[in-house]
């Protein structure tokens, strides 16, 4: 209803420009009288409430395609066990895991750094995948053993309960479970166990990344690694199309709009209005 209410005004210049173009097209000028009351109001009528349903219809389909950061299951680097055996299973992804915010469609909270993208150190010691929507926040790489990781803080809010509830990728294929929380500010995301620092990730003016190991105990540059496009050359005038016909004219002859086309009659406009009504209705009620 909000998104009905908020556009009266698109409603308005809808209604004209439309009233406008009917009346030119019919050979008429804007201010002629081709069309009768009767078919000018109902043109206005069905217009106004084709228009009315379509921005209901287009706010519902819209709330239907928003999916918030918490609508998403938790990422996890728990090995699915090869049986039912609970004892078997290990930690660690054995492939590089897939998006795990692809579908989140809320954007980065006010405030939030934005560290979305991949990446790496020069010395490849590093590489990391990070993901943001609203205050979530989901990094992937590659763990010990050639296992990878997907470390998932539902929210930046400083607390456990929505902090990463994972396994050190440092340790796999054992399982050892951390649970930091993740708090920030301007240009730094932190990671915490307690009042002690785990892990940082500061953004720099130079668009590099500051990534803070506590494990390493020193700070690692990473950059943002740019996806690279093959381009082929093309041969001069290649994929362009020679036009071998020769270009003939013909003349032809505008009809004169008569009376009796010039405007609709009254049973026409109310089985129009009738059919646009009932069209738009029956999409608002499908939605």
């Known amino acids: 209803f909000i998104c009905i209410c908020d556009s009266h005004n698109n409603l308005s210049v809808f209604l004209i420009i439309t009233m406008m173009i009917v009346r ?48 998403i299951p938790r990422g996890s680097s728990l090995s699915q066990p090869s049986s039912g055996d609970s004892t078997n299973v290990t930690c660690g992804l054995s492939e590089f895991p897939p ?18 993208g991949t990446w790496s150190s020069d010395d490849g010691m590093y590489m990391q995948r ?19 990781y997907i470390h998932d803080f539902m ?45 940082s990730r500061c953004l720099q003016t130079d668009g590099s990344l500051h990534f803070y190991n506590v494990a390493v105990g020193k700070t690692t540059v990473l950059l943002k ?8 050359a093309k041969a001069e005038g290649a994929g362009t199309p020679t036009t071998t016909s020769a ?23 109310f089985a129009l209005c009738l059919a646009c009504t009932s069209t738009a209705i029956m999409g608002v009620l499908a939605c």
């Open 225 to 232: 690694e740019v996806p690279t496009t093959t381009t082929t």
């Open 247 to 269: 270009l003939t004219t013909t003349s032809t002859s505008t009809p004169t709009p008569t009376s009796s086309g010039a405007s609709l009659k009254g049973s026409s406009v």
């Open 24 to 71: 030119i097209s019919r050979g008429g000028g804007l201010l002629s009288s081709h069309l009768s009351f009767r078919g000018d109001f109902m043109l206005v009528v069905t217009l106004s409430v084709v228009f009315i349903m379509f921005q209901a219809q287009t706010c519902c389909y819209a709330e239907k395609l928003m999916v918030s950061s918490l609508e």
């Open 99 to 116: 998006p795990v915010l692809s579908k989140c469609t809320e954007p980065i909270l006010q405030g939030v750094p934005d560290l979305r």
């Open 155 to 199: 929210r930046l809010d400083g607390t456990t309960e929505n902090g990463c509830i994972d396994f050190n990728a440092g340790a796999f294929p054992k399982c050892v479970a951390i649970n930091p929380a993740g708090t920030y500010n301007a240009t730094c995301i932190f990671m915490k166990v307690g009042p002690v620092m785990g892990a």
């Open 130 to 148: 990070i993901e943001q929507c609203a205050d979530r926040l989901t990094i992937s790489g590659p763990g010990a053993g050639d296992l990878f």
